[in-house]
């Protein structure tokens, strides 16, 4: 489903307001002969405040994240990365900025197309394209792929990781803060009327589900004291409206063991911020670890 896809590879990011992006890259067999393939990727789109542990990407800055893994800037790749490679990348990324992981080798890099390899990961300096194999990347590969991305970064910038975190989020606190005020100055509706705007929504379209179900509210935007995520959704195709609040109630909070997480069952609604209507709501369910977005169900409002 299109809508689906725009939402949770936003990118990704959000959250990031939506962005298309168009990747290309190449992949080369032993016969000299043959050219190098190439193919163009379709658009991800950034955000919506859905749970990191069982979505694979709904946090604007995560989107933004994944696409600079996957050559937002020059780089490019042949194909696609696949849904799991996205799950796992976010998970490495953060794992190797924790400083708990790190990969064993650096990429291979390669002069030109003409040295490409089927079947290995490398770097094509001549072009500025990742080259993906034909295959799942391992756990490996990715970390090479996180490692030049972030040494490349900051040696463009000359800025620390901490230094480009801390631009950033003033980036993000200023943006919030002028979204704030725009609504303010339309006399639009406070976080805790959307959530009640959203609850009544659930209610009416899932029903007795509904009573299953609690707000979440990330550790993120509660130590900034907000509740809800704020976004401008002028350009997005999946909303109506200009700006509007998004939440999101699951019953994560009840499950204690593995076996619960396959019962997982999330609601998710955009409210407009200025004048309280709904500007878009879906659920999905189902096994946390094997959730499939194409089985995502809108609700008309």
């Excluded at 200023?174 to 006399?187: D, I, N, S, T, W």
């Excluded at 997480?261 to 670890?289: M, P």
Aim: glycine share 6%; with cysteine; net charge negative.
């Amino acid at each position: 489903m299109k809508k689906l896809k725009k939402i949770v590879r936003m990118v990704l990011v959000a959250l990031f307001a939506a962005g298309v992006l168009s990747l290309t890259g190449c992949e080369r067999t032993d016969d000299d002969s043959e050219q190098v393939d190439t193919a163009v990727q379709n658009e991800l789109s950034e955000e919506t405040s859905v749970r990191s542990d069982v979505q694979a990407a709904t946090d604007t800055v995560q989107i933004q994240d994944v696409a600079q893994e996957q050559g937002a800037e020059k780089d490019s790749i042949m194909r696609a990365y696949y849904d799991k490679e996205i799950e796992r990348m976010l998970e490495l990324r953060k794992s190797y900025l924790d400083g708990n992981v790190s990969p064993e080798m650096k990429i291979l890099e390669v002069e030109n197309g003409e040295s490409v390899v089927a079947g290995t990961l490398c770097y094509i300096k001549d072009k500025g394209d990742f080259c993906l194999p034909d295959r799942e990347l391992t756990d490996e590969e990715l970390l090479e792929i996180i490692e030049y991305n972030y040494k490349k970064r900051v040696a463009l910038n000359g800025k620390t990781q901490e230094q480009m975190d801390e631009e950033d989020l003033a980036k993000e606190l200023a943006e919030r803060a002028m979204l704030e005020e725009k609504v303010k100055a339309a006399g639009g509706i406070s976080e805790e009327e959307a959530i009640e705007i959203a609850r009544k929504a659930m209610e009416a379209d899932i029903g007795e589900k509904a009573k299953e179900l609690k707000v979440y509210i990330s550790p993120k935007a509660e130590s900034y004291g907000w509740k809800l995520d704020l976004r401008d959704i002028t350009d997005e195709d999946d909303y109506k409206g200009n700006i509007a609040y998004f939440l999101q109630f699951d019953n994560a909070e009840n499950m204690k063991e593995p076996e619960d997480f396959k019962d997982y069952f999330s609601y998710n609604c955009g409210v407009n911020a200025v004048n309280g209507s709904i500007s878009g709501a879906y659920s999905i369910s189902g096994d946390t670890e094997y959730l499939d977005y194409d089985d995502l169900v809108w609700y008309e409002h």
